[in-house]
């Protein structure tokens, strides 16, 4: 407790001897301090945040799945729905099944014709979410529509069947079965009952899947029923590994904004050790041995970080309004700058060890002649 109070009591007397270079060391330090937390704000805009990380570990989004040898059907694309929404008891958002049917062509004006149907599958039960379908002509579909297999359909405008506008009436048929068109919308669909009934989509598309729960056995089940080799992540998941690749780079800028800070601050702490020579050689006159000397000047360059991460730190946080007008939301946390500090200490001290170390050995006399 001596020898801290000795370390305290000389480093602080130090600053107030040199008061022009211990207010340049501060402010060259504070500087690089809040050049790093600038740099990690920056970096920090592309993070991914989840208000409901509980939710976020169930989701799984952007799932296509492809019909064929190598796809999901083994089973039909519209049995590996029903399985997600039935036995996985999983929410899906943004579903479509497209078919290659030649009699279907949707015509879109100064674009062309695209050959064969989309269909967004709607439900009763909530498995299914979808943008509401603006209902041009005709009618939507009722509650036992909803809830049923009855082939019914609501048509895309513009949707051509075997080369004729379609109408309001008209009976279509796609994958051998008969539909009847009870209305024109913006988008094609029809409840899934009747669609699971078809059982020749060649792709699946879902904007998201939303689990019950997140455990890795659910997470397995869902691989086997879409058949995917490829590595199947959460939004969770795949967000962490983005924002692992992100907090890489904010280490690599913290060393290297460290870096930067001591080789230029080597030029100012080496002044401040000529201004300290004739102390050190009283010191060392007074017995006190090279570990001791070298620790007082270790200690005198930490306390000059830990002081100026602090108004780096205070002068961040009071500059966070003028941020998130620059569109740089996303605050940096503690654990992120006390990095920095870890990282600074380090480098920093590292930087000047050299200097430290061939100060604390020179003897008094040497030093004597030196002034």
């Known amino acids: 407790m001596r020898y801290i ?37 920056v970096l920090q805009k592309n993070v991914v945040i989840y208000r409901d990380i509980e939710l976020a570990k169930r989701t799984y989004s952007n799932i296509l799945a492809v019909s064929g040898d ?9 049995d590996t729905v029903r399985m997600i929404t039935s036995e996985l008891n999983g ?33 009763g039960s909530g498995s299914f979410e979808q943008f509401e379908n603006r209902i041009i002509e005709g009618r939507g579909f009722s509650e036992n529509e909803l809830e049923g297999s009855e082939p019914v359909i609501i048509v895309e405008k513009n949707l051509m069947y075997n080369g004729s ?8 048929t796609l994958g051998g079965k008969e539909f009847k068109i009870i209305g024109i919308g913006g988008v094609t669909s029809a409840p899934f009952g009747s669609i699971a009934q078809l059982n020749e989509a060649v792709s699946m598309n879902a904007d998201k899947i939303v689990l019950p729960d997140s455990d890795k056995d659910t997470q397995a089940e869902l691989k ?4 995917t080799d ?55 006159i007074c017995g006190c041995p090279d570990k001791c000397v070298a620790a007082l000047l270790v200690t005198e360059i930490v306390f000059y970080e830990l002081i100026s991460f602090a108004a780096a730190a205070v002068g961040f946080r ?38 430290i170390i061939k100060v604390s050995k020179v003897k008094p006399s040497r030093i004597e002649v030196r002034r």
Request: proline content about 3%; charged content about 20%.
């Open 5 to 41: 109070k000795f370390l305290l009591s000389e480093t602080f007397s130090e600053y107030k001897k040199t008061p022009l270079l211990t207010i340049t060391a501060f402010f060259t330090l504070t500087v690089c301090f809040f050049s790093v937390f600038v740099s990690l704000r």
């Open 70 to 78: 190598d796809g999901a059907s083994g089973a039909a694309l519209e």
């Open 91 to 123: 929410k899906i958002t943004g579903c479509t099944f497209s078919y290659s049917d030649d009699s279907f062509l949707l015509r879109i004006k100064d674009f062309g014709d695209m050959p064969g149907i989309t269909l967004y599958p709607v439900s």
């Open 165 to 172: 506008e379609i109408s309001v009436g008209d009976t279509v």
């Open 224 to 227: 086997e029923i879409l058949k």
């Open 230 to 284: 490829e590595e199947l992540l959460s939004d969770y998941e795949r967000s962490e590994n983005d924002n692992s690749r992100i907090h890489t780079d904010q280490i690599l800028i913290s060393v290297m904004i460290a870096a930067l800070g001591g080789i230029i601050t080597i030029t100012l702490f080496k002044q401040i050790l000529r201004e300290q020579l004739s102390r050190i050689a009283l010191l060392k």
């Open 318 to 355: 009071l500059c966070d309004g003028l941020l998130k007008k620059c569109y740089l939301p996303n605050a940096v946390s503690f654990s992120a700058q006390a990095e920095v500090l870890v990282i600074a200490l380090v480098m920093i001290t590292a930087f000047n060890m050299p200097s």
